[in-house]
């Protein structure tokens, strides 16, 4: 047994020893996969010794959620949902975890996210392109047909069960959930270092391969050349920013973008032109992005202090709220890794009182 003993602390010194001898190890090589979808430009840049596998493995991981979480291609989970008619339907595990997801943070905050505003999204054009301001009998018609109460969902037998007529969209929440997946998947592959961009979805693995903290760009509203208004750094943190410029319409005056109030079947005009939650979970992220742009500033502060109060620690998250004259709101938590870039150090910047 002694022997033994010494025998392993004897391996250990060798390898100490070889290690030094060896000297660094050979710096990681970075590699970035680019490809379309969910309707976005998407990258992974990742680090390691031979990491294109891994990164191909996460691009096809993706394409197969898309599938599945698509409201337009005929054999996705969601068109099979639409037509069970009032009756189960057998869907994927990712689909009954995710509309269960989705579910809950419909409950907390109360339906401002609710997977059942699809016939709304719809009739404003947001899926076809034929945009168009439906009139308000058609809007409370529709009205009747949003409730996530009325969705059912076992995630032990992965089933789903929506009533006629009701039909879903997950598109608040899922590339936040993709981002996840995808980040699980690398580090099971051995992956420490990685940044994902899944349009306004950043999901950062980790820190850079050199020790220092990720550097993510949150885009000035509506600048169509993507400048950066800040720069705030990150490690193992989601980003997900929702705002009215991402996708919007304009008709005389008015301005419609693609997030809709399910309490008013309105697109979202407020206080807020765009809401980024910074947090450990991507999926929680992205419901919050959407959820909290509908509350509003007030409302997304208000529940921000409440999560504080009631959500464990683990689970906490971040804000950078932009209103629309050159004003932003961070919460505690950035103070010191939020930095007005160039040109923009004359915003007024607020922190939030907890
Ligand atoms: P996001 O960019 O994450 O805020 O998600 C916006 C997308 O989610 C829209 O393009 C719609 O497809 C869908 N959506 C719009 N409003 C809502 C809402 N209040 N709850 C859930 N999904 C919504
Ligand atoms: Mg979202």
């Known amino acids: 047994m002694k022997k033994n003993n010494r025998g392993v602390a004897l391996l250990c010194l060798l390898a100490l020893f070889l290690t030094s001898c060896t000297g660094t190890q050979a710096a990681p090589q970075e590699e970035t996969i680019q490809f379309f979808a969910m309707d976005t430009i998407m990258s992974i840049t990742l680090y390691g010794e031979d990491p294109r596998p891994a990164g191909l493995e996460a691009q096809a991981l993706i394409e197969r959620l898309e599938k599945l979480w698509s409201v337009t291609e005929e054999d996705s989970d969601l068109s099979a949902i639409q037509s069970g008619g009032g009756t189960p339907v057998a869907v994927s595990p990712e689909t009954a975890d995710l509309l269960e997801a989705c579910l809950h943070m419909a409950e907390e905050t109360q339906g401002a996210i609710d997977p059942t505003v699809y016939p709304l999204v719809r009739a404003w054009g947001f899926t076809t392109g034929d945009y168009r301001v439906p009139p308000a009998e058609e809007l409370e018609e529709l009205l009747d047909r949003v409730d996530y109460r009325e969705v059912e969902v076992s995630v032990q037998e992965n089933l789903v069960t929506i009533p006629q007529g009701m039909e879903l969209d997950l598109g608040a929440i899922a590339k936040g959930r993709s981002s996840d997946l995808a980040v699980n998947l690398l580090q099971e592959q051995g ?38 208004l800040a720069v705030l750094e990150v490690e193992d943190r989601a980003v997900v920013t929702s705002g009215g410029y991402q996708r919007y319409f304009q008709q005389g005056e008015n301005t419609y973008c693609h997030v809709i109030d399910p309490a008013t079947g309105l697109p979202v005009e407020n206080d807020l032109s ?39 620690e683990e689970e906490h998250f971040d804000l950078i709220l932009l209103g629309h004259t050159e004003e932003i709101t961070i919460t505690p938590g950035l103070e010191g890794r939020f930095t007005l870039a160039p040109g923009y150090e004359d915003w007024e910047l607020e922190v939030a009182h907890p």
Not at 191 to 205: D, F, K, P, R, W
Not at 282 to 297: E, I, P
Request: aromatic share 10%.
């Open 191 to 228: 992956i420490t270092s990685a940044l994902l961009y899944l349009g306004g979805n950043v999901h950062a693995l980790g820190r850079k391969p050199d020790g220092t903290l990720w550097r993510v760009g949150i885009q000035v509203p509506g600048d169509a050349g993507g400048a950066y």
């Open 274 to 312: 765009s809401v980024s939650v910074v947090g450990p979970n991507g999926t929680t992220c992205d419901a919050l992005s959407t959820a909290l742009f509908v509350l509003g500033r007030e409302g997304a502060l208000e529940f921000w202090r409440q999560s504080q109060m009631t959500w464990p």
